[in-house]
């Protein structure tokens, strides 16, 4: 089945470290995005990446820093300056051609203590 | 920049009572819009999308939405909620120049048996 798998589902770590959150897809997708979901807020763009080797910044991309070097992976690093970063973290992607719809992984939630 | 409204943060329903939830946006150009459901436990997915052409798009489960371009609107109508309907739903209008999506606060349908 093709889909997007995020990995770990559940993740702890302790206030400043850094932490990779893993998204990997195979609908053969070229554009790919990290959200962040927080109760009453929504879904906020982090980053995302419309062709492998590049991507742009999103709405609240401060102390977060990612990667395309595949098509099918686009990781998310949460660095130790992001100063909020317990939330729900979803990845998407999908097709770069006129405002194709969006295929979610099931989530990672961060909790840093 | 592109935002979105949606009116209604938290609406609870008894079986069989009419849905309608609202969502406007800002954004003066071209765009498209979607509506996206998340039941409980589960992924996000796509629940209807307005692309061009007729603005009453149909989607699954029974649900539609109208595009009223003048009103910068996209509501999202069921004529006949199921208890199966509770889950939180989310507006989003994506910039066909940036190829990236806007996602409303989310609206969270409880629906009474």
């Known amino acids: 089945d093709g889909g997007i798998t995020q990995s770990p589902k559940y993740l702890f770590r302790k206030e400043g470290q850094n932490v990779t959150l893993s998204c990997e897809q195979n609908?053969?997708?070229?554009?790919m995005y990290w959200y962040r979901q927080d109760p009453g807020q929504g879904l906020r763009l982090i980053y995302y990446?419309?062709?492998?080797?590049?991507?742009q910044k999103g709405d609240i991309a401060e102390g977060y820093s990612v990667s395309r070097e595949k098509k099918e992976s686009f990781p998310l690093t949460v660095t130790s300056a992001q100063k909020n970063p317990t939330a729900f973290y979803l990845c998407a992607s999908s097709m770069v051609q006129g405002g194709s719809p969006l295929h979610f992984g099931n989530g990672t939630r961060l909790t840093v203590t | 920049a592109q935002s979105v409204s949606q009116h209604n943060h938290h609406v609870i329903l008894s079986e069989a009572a009419s849905l309608e939830l609202g969502c406007n946006y800002s954004?003066?150009?071209?765009?498209?819009l979607f509506w996206y459901v998340q039941y409980p436990g589960q992924h996000l997915q796509l629940l209807l999308k307005?692309?061009?052409?007729?603005?009453l798009v149909k989607g699954i489960k029974g649900f539609e939405a109208e595009f009223i371009k003048s009103k910068f609107s996209f509501n999202l109508r069921k004529p006949s909620v199921q208890w199966s309907d509770t889950a939180e739903y989310f507006c989003a209008v994506t910039n066909t120049n940036a190829g990236k999506s806007t996602f409303g606060d989310g609206t969270t349908l409880t629906v009474k048996p």
């Open positions: 307005y692309f061009s052409g007729d603005p």
């Open positions: 609908l053969n997708h070229d554009a």
């Open positions: 990446s419309q062709i492998v080797n590049d991507f």
């Open positions: 954004y003066g150009g071209t765009v498209n």
